[in-house]
Each structure stands twice: as structure tokens, then as C-alpha cells.
């Protein structure tokens, strides 16, 4: 992977996590699953609806830019040592099961945002919906990132293509994403943080080369047909 790859592969990760981090703190305070019907009407009035459409926008484009950053970060593993590319693609599926979480939950904030535009809802249809934005969406985002760390720490602990401390930091972050999903979304915070600044320093220290993940497409070398109108020659005879 060329260094200048690697610099933009550094830099997205960090932009990456801070549109994560917008997209959780946009709407602080939302409603846990215990909150009472009073509480869910007073939250989600009609005020709130921009906001929820915002945060859906958000997540969208989180999850858009962190498929791209998971597929490089991939790259990246298998350019740095070529045989972390089977745990490699195993991270990469958490990270899909990851971004279908996030897909989830832009989905909710929208139902979320049209309910609360709607005078004619109920409670007991903003409580619903609320209840599976949380549940719902931490079940599949823990596992996702479960899935992501516990291949990541295995792999750094293989391979150490990480700082060590990196894979029992992914290990713990996984299992308490298993238990309560917003503690592997913390994990994953300092573990991402951590990941983009190892990237980026190594890209200082790299020597500039062209990136060969991919070999370029060269035209073979034409093959030149016998001219029809040349006098045969016998071989034997040289005549």
C-alpha cells in the first residue's frame, strides 16, 4: 500500500469515528427501554423530528464512509503481513454486520422522526419504536464489533501487525459489547483511535512507492503475422 494510501486511510478512520460520535451525541438524553409512556410523549414532540431525520442523515453517511474504511484497513492488514488475510476478512464481516446495525438504526431514527411529526401517534407506538431502536440495533452493532475485535486481537496476536495491548483491549471491548452494546461502541472508540495513529505514523516512515496492490493493465506486446507476399524459404535449405 503506497504511503500516501495509507495517510488518507488514517485521516478517514478518525473522520469516520467523529460522524459515529456525532450521530450518538446529536440527541442526548433519548428515553431508555424502562421510560415511561409520559416520558416518551414529552421527548419525542414534534421539535425533536429535524433532529431525528438529521441523525438518520448522519448515520447514513457514517456507514458509507465506514465500509470503505473497513475494506482498506483490510488492505492494509494483508500489505503489512500477507497471512492476516483470512482473519482479515473475518474482521471485515463484523464490519458489515456493523454497518447493518447503523443501517438499523438510521432506519429508526426516520420511523422515530415521522412519529414524532405525526400528532395522531400514540405512546404506545413511540414506545415501541423506541424499544426496538435500542434493543435491535445494540444486539446486531455488539455483535458486529464482537466479531471485529475478537478477529482483530487474535490476528494482532498472530501476527503483530498491532501494538499487543490492542488485542486484549479487543478482547475485553468484545466481551462487554456481548453483555451492553454501547461498551464495545467505547472499545471501539479508543480502539479505532488507536489503529489510525499506529497507520499514520508508519506512513511517515514509509518509503514513497506506487501502491501494487493491484497490478496496472498493460496491453500485451502485439505479435507480428507473416507478411503473405514474402518468398517462403525451406528451413533445410536456407534457400
Keep these: 500500500m503506497s504511503k500516501q494510501l495509507q495517510k488518507w486511510l488514517g485521516i478517514t478512520g478518525l473522520i469516520f ?9 446529536i440527541l442526548p438524553g433519548a428515553p431508555n427501554t424502562n421510560a415511561s409512556l409520559t416520558k416518551l410523549s414529552s421527548f419525542y414532540t414534534h421539535s425533536k423530528a429535524g433532529l431525528l431525520h438529521i441523525d438518520a442523515i448522519i448515520t447514513g453517511v457514517s456507514v458509507l464512509v465506514g465500509v470503505f474504511w473497513f475494506w482498506y484497513f483490510r488492505d492494509w492488514l494483508i500489505a503489512t503481513n500477507a497471512a492476516a488475510r483470512r482473519l ?17 438504526a ?7 422522526g415521522d412519529a414524532s411529526d405525526n400528532h395522531a401517534t400514540t405512546a404506545g407506538t413511540l414506545q415501541v419504536l423506541n424499544n ?13 464489533l464482537a466479531i471485529f475485535l475478537v478477529a482483530m486481537s487474535v490476528l494482532i496476536l498472530r501476527y503483530r501487525v498491532l501494538p499487543v495491548w490492542m488485542a486484549y483491549w479487543g478482547i ?13 461502541m467505547i472499545g471501539f472508540a479508543i480502539w479505532l483511535i488507536a489503529a489510525c495513529v499506529v497507520i499514520l ?5 514509509a518509503p514513497a512507492v506506487p501502491d501494487t496492490a493491484y497490478p496496472a493493465l498493460t496491453d500485451p506486446p502485439a505479435t507480428l503475422l ?14
Design 17 to 25: 469515528l467523529v460522524l459515529v460520535a456525532v450521530s450518538v451525541l
Design 201 to 205: 505514523m508508519r506512513a511517515s516512515h
Design 88 to 104: 482479515g476478512t473475518v474482521a471485515f464481516a463484523g464490519a458489515l454486520l456493523f454497518a447493518a446495525g447503523g443501517c438499523l
Design 226 to 239: 507473416p507478411d503473405p507476399s514474402a518468398p517462403v524459404t525451406d528451413p533445410r535449405t536456407n534457400i
Design 106 to 112: 438510521g432506519g429508526m431514527f426516520t420511523a422515530l
Design 172 to 184: 475485553l471491548g468484545a466481551v462487554a459489547g456481548l453483555v451492553i452494546g454501547f461498551f464495545a
Design 132 to 144: 426496538l431502536s435500542s434493543d435491535l440495533g445494540n444486539t446486531i452493532t455488539g455483535a458486529g
